[in-house]
């Protein structure tokens, strides 16, 4: 397992991150990801552990609060010194029935920082994420309530979840003006099924020298290698719960490579769609959710799947993205001073 740099912060986390949203749901939206209790998520967590992840991502709204219990239990049952793991949660969805129960505001974020802190049996989380934009709420008092937050000790590293480009870089300068604590995360959807990160937030991500956390990575199962374009499905959670959306004939053009290239490296098809996300230079993180350990044992296996320059040129043209403005200008005019910066770098 490799070890990479969060954002511009000197916390090192693995390059490949245990996600928990199939921990603890019922009969709801939760349970349609994953209904894992006690024993079974145990399972998956020593196995993240043994295979030398440190990173585990969750979030209160997760089972409404059931997948930070068993995450936090589980690292009981096994043992687990709480400096041998990166624990990150997020806060922003509804967790009640008031107005005030829900968002990124400052009462909403204090208070839930402490349920989180209760729920995981712990005395701070590593990595706090606002998980959504809240267009009620002014970024500004956001950002102050995270930085009471550090400053208490509670919570270490900030981090943002679902945020625009626009959004992230008028985070990072009021943090900057005001001095207070740094964003050095965003947690997004990234995959070969839907690459529209690159248009603006990676950009902005590298810019800013802010790490990327990238969930469902296998597009809610649909590039686990089981969906065909002559209509075969298979089980799992795409069949009942079709989400995240995604341009599906693009989706199976990709697939279709991905056999190609699983078949000549001796790997599975989720395995070639993972480690293409850890050849991509704004990826930090890829976290893997699962229901079963040997799902999880295959996802772990990406680590060690080099893709050829040959593999990655053959993804990149089945599935890059049209050309958009601005985009198309800003490559045309950046032309005029490109040249000078290779000549400058040698």
């Known amino acids: 397992m490799r070890y990479r740099r969060l954002g511009h912060s000197g916390l090192f986390v693995s390059?490949?991150?245990?996600g928990t949203m199939t921990f603890?749901?019922?009969d709801d939206m939760w349970g349609q990801i994953g209904q894992l209790q006690q024993e079974d998520a145990d399972s998956l967590v020593r196995t993240a552990l043994d295979a030398g992840i440190n990173f585990i991502d969750t979030a209160n709204i997760y089972a409404t609060g059931r997948s930070e219990e068993i995450l936090g239990q589980s690292l009981r049952n096994l043992g687990v010194a709480r400096e041998d793991v990166v624990?990150?949660?997020?806060v922003h969805g509804p967790m009640g029935e008031g107005p005030n129960a829900r968002g990124s505001s400052r009462g909403h974020i204090m208070d839930q920082a402490k349920a989180s802190?209760?729920?995981?049996?712990?005395?701070?989380?590593?990595?706090?994420?606002?998980?959504?934009f809240d267009p009620a709420t002014p970024?500004?008092?956001?950002l102050e309530a995270l930085d009471t937050l550090v400053r208490h000790g509670h919570v270490r590293y900030l981090g943002l979840s679902n945020w625009a480009a626009w959004q992230i870089v008028k985070a990072v300068g009021i943090a900057e003006a005001r001095q207070l604590a740094p964003i050095v995360s965003l947690q997004a959807y990234y995959t070969l099924a839907g690459r529209d990160l690159e248009r603006e937030v990676a950009p902005a991500l590298l810019s800013e020298g802010i790490g990327l956390m990238v969930w469902s990575p296998l597009a809610g199962g649909f590039l686990s290698g089981k969906f065909d374009r002559d209509g075969k499905t298979a089980e799992g959670r795409r069949v009942n719960f079709d989400f995240p959306p995604i341009d599906k004939e693009r989706a199976y053009d990709a697939i279709e490579v991905m056999r190609e290239i699983a078949s000549a490296k001796g790997c599975t098809v989720p395995q070639v769609a993972l480690a293409w996300l850890l050849h991509q230079k704004v990826v930090t993180s890829v976290i893997l959710g699962a229901k079963r350990v040997d799902q999880l044992?295959?996802?772990?296996?990406?680590?060690?799947?080099?893709?050829?320059?040959e593999d990655l040129a053959a993804l990149d043209a089945v599935t890059r993205l049209p050309e958009e403005y601005?985009?198309?200008?800003?490559?045309?005019?950046?032309?005029?001073?490109a040249h000078m910066m290779e000549d400058e770098r040698g």
């Open 15 to 18: 390059e490949l991150c245990l």
């Open 24 to 26: 603890g749901g019922s």
């Open 87 to 90: 624990i990150a949660t997020k």
């Open 117 to 132: 802190l209760k729920r995981m049996q712990i005395d701070h989380i590593d990595l706090y994420q606002i998980h959504g």
């Open 139 to 142: 970024i500004v008092e956001t």
């Open 297 to 309: 044992t295959d996802n772990i296996g990406a680590a060690d799947v080099s893709l050829s320059a």
């Open 326 to 337: 601005p985009g198309w200008m800003l490559e045309r005019q950046g032309e005029y001073r």
